[in-house]
């Protein structure tokens, strides 16, 4: 399992919100570029962007700030946020990116999906993000009754091999994933699915890697100290137990 440390962009700065709510955040890092050269000094394998501006307006805000991260790491970086065409797609992964993720369009216009996975492979991955099992959009302003199981099994069968879930509610909360809702997702979507939201202690990343998700994305409880990247690595890699 691969642990990804998470970076989220609003207004050039790296922040993190409760619950996808814009009035609920805290900043750490004026810079993007420092948190992400702090993660790759302290051993990250990939670094999970989100440009949380790009998400609501449904286009690039701080392409910017992520072109900076992108040249001062060596490592893989996936981005989501307003990558909601196959020219926005395109465009992202010239700057350097290892892996675009889609995620309103994944709902709106799936064969945009399928005819860039069908071109880009691997590069292309979907985020599902979920309250009690329906996807949210455009940044998560936007509610759906759409399941997220039934976009993952369409989408997968369609090529996509890697799917980023969201559980909104435990976003940001450090109140540990919703493994049930993670365990239902795997089952429909296999190996490929990278679980985000709840993480808290170092206990919730080794319970993520029993569910066999392929993935975990970490943000405030890597910035509040309160789990250690190099524990969370070397745990996922089935090194040490929890």
Known sequence: MIVYPAIDIRGGRCVRLVEGDFSRETAFDANPADAAKRWAAEGAEWIHVVDLDGAVAGLSINAEAIEQIVNCVSI???????????????????????????????????????????????????????????????????????????????????????????????????????????????????????ASGGIGTIADVANVRATGAGGVIIGRALYDGRVQLAEAIRLAAGEIES
């Open 76 to 194: 893989p970086v996936q981005l989501g946020g307003g990558i909601r065409t196959a020219e926005q797609a395109e465009f992202m992964l010239a700057l350097g990116l290892e892996r675009v993720i889609i995620g309103t369009s994944a709902i709106r216009e799936p064969e945009i999906v399928k005819s860039l996975a069908s071109q880009w492979g691997e590069r292309i991955a979907i985020g599902l993000d979920a309250r009690d099992g329906k996807l949210a959009a455009a940044g998560w302003l936007e509610q759906t009754d759409i399941r997220a199981i039934d976009v993952a099994e369409s989408l997968t069968g369609a090529g996509i091999k890697h799917v980023i879930y969201t559980d909104i509610y435990r976003d940001g909360t450090l109140t540990g994933p919703n493994l049930p809702a993670l365990e239902e997702m795997i089952g429909v979507a296999g190996a490929g699915v990278i």
